[in-house]
Nanobody
């Protein structure tokens, strides 16, 4: 059983910063990619950032230059450093992974963490 657990959300003023963390645990053979999605009220879930194993990060245009994704490959962690946060960044942020417990790859999601940007 593979689990993704996020932490680090909260309330921040416009222009502030937050760092999200996500830990993948359980029976993990390999991870092809980990990343972050978000879903704002009344909107569809969207990809924010993705970092394939051994690859280069990909960002949504709306967060380029403000958000940075990184991974600790040894500990199966993924981070999202969010700077210069704006009210439109308010959403539930979900950790996402394409993970192989053995020889098949499955999609996994965390439970979500709320990020609220407001003065």
């Amino acid at each position: 059983q593979v689990q993704l657990v996020e932490s680090g959300g909260g309330l921040v003023q416009p222009g502030g910063s937050l760092r999200l963390s996500c830990a993948a645990s359980g029976s993990i053979f390999s991870i092809s990619t980990m990343g972050w999605y978000r879903q704002a009220p009344g909107k569809e879930r969207e990809s924010v950032a993705e970092l394939p194993t051994g690859g280069r990060p990909k960002y949504a245009d709306s967060v380029k230059g403000r958000f940075t994704i990184s991974r600790d490959y040894d500990k199966n962690l993924v981070f999202l450093q969010m700077n210069n946060l704006q009210p439109e960044d308010t959403a539930v942020y979900y950790c996402h992974g394409l993970i192989s417990p053995w020889n098949n790859e499955y999609e996994y999601w965390g439970q979500g963490t709320q990020v609220t940007v407001s003065s």
